[in-house]
């Protein structure tokens, strides 16, 4: 389980602040159907920290970080820095689901099943 002292870290809070104000078409438009526990009833954070990452979308109870990728995920030192950001939450126990900016627009219905999914196959004894 993460301990609470990897979460939310004060240092941070005014660059999540930031990240809200400043979010992409495609974080607004999952966030639409996200907040509020619209898909089932999972509550969802945007822009929460692990550490020194900070999560596009993140569900506490699931340990589900969801993040959507713009162009500069496509350079090869940015795809690096993402593999090592993953390794270093999947050894927190989160599932990283990473998605296209494109992809949300022209797949909402996909990325909605794929939450759903993470939902129905976790396991609680894991942790």
Known sequence: MLHK???SLKIL????QALRKRATPAEKFLWKHLKTRQVENMKFRRQHSVRFFILDFYCIKYN???ELDGAYHFFPQQQEYDCLRTEYLESKFITVLRYENKYVFDNLESVLKDIKDHKATYNYKAL
């Open 13 to 16: 809070e005014q660059k999540r």
């Open 64 to 66: 589900l970080c969801i």
């Open 5 to 7: 002292n990897l979460h």
